[in-house]
């Protein structure tokens, strides 16, 4: 499953209603979970004893994978945050709804990937110890290149205000073109060009 090895895969049902027990959720948030989750299974465990070649991480040592079967394709986020944050592992949430796949992961914030053909769903393993693999796989869901000298979370953070960036031009450039006066269009612009130099020149 998920082109993972072998030796890491297990089938263990997580029941809804444990999670409900053990932390006496409200009957508001059982009843949204339940609106989006059909069922949990955890099926797999990548660990030196699954992997005896990895090495255990200085932070990470074991990560699990979650396979969530849903019940709709447009699942409320704050389910999947209150998932991560209830249960303390590294842990990847591969979503599955229909014949697609979407894997998500908690890193300063929920990091998804796009939809995907269940087949063509691979989750690799890579590198030296936990620590290293984990990472690899936060990188490989949300497409994330680690420019020289930032941590992920420092080039997380960057991805994100560049992103927020790109919003603001796009929004600036639809004003611009619609407006009629020469004033107001070079103060988009020079707004537009200031935003775009804070992208070029790499601060953001």
């Known amino acids: 499953m998920l082109n993972l090895p072998q030796s890491t895969e297990i089938k263990k049902q997580l029941p809804k209603k444990v999670l409900y027990a053990k932390f006496d959720w409200k009957p508001a948030q059982r009843e949204r979970f339940d609106a989006d989750i059909a069922r949990m299974d955890i099926v797999a465990v990548v660990s030196p004893a699954t992997l005896p070649a990895l090495a255990e991480g200085t932070e990470v040592k074991e990560c699990y994978v979650l396979a969530v079967q849903l019940k709709r394709k447009a699942y409320d986020s704050k389910n999947l945050l209150l998932l991560t944050k209830l249960i303390p ?4 949430l591969a979503l599955q709804y229909g014949t697609q796949t979407q894997f998500a992961v908690y ?43 930032n941590t992920l979370a420092e080039q997380i953070s960057a991805d994100d205000q560049r992103a927020q960036l790109l919003a603001q031009i796009a929004t600036l450039e639809k ?3 619609n407006e009629k006066q020469p004033r107001r269009k070079r103060e ?15 601060r953001i």
Not at 89 to 92: I, K
């Open 107 to 149: 890193h300063t914030r929920l990091i998804t990937s796009a939809w995907q053909p269940a087949e063509s769903a691979i989750l690799p393993v890579s590198g030296l110890n936990l620590d290293a693999v984990w990472e690899n796989m936060i990188k490989h869901i949300g497409q994330i290149e680690v420019k020289c000298g």
């Open 89 to 92: 592992q590294n842990m990847v």
């Open 175 to 177: 004003k611009m073109a």
């Open 188 to 202: 988009y612009f020079e707004k537009i060009k200031k935003l775009k130099n804070q992208i070029t020149n790499g």
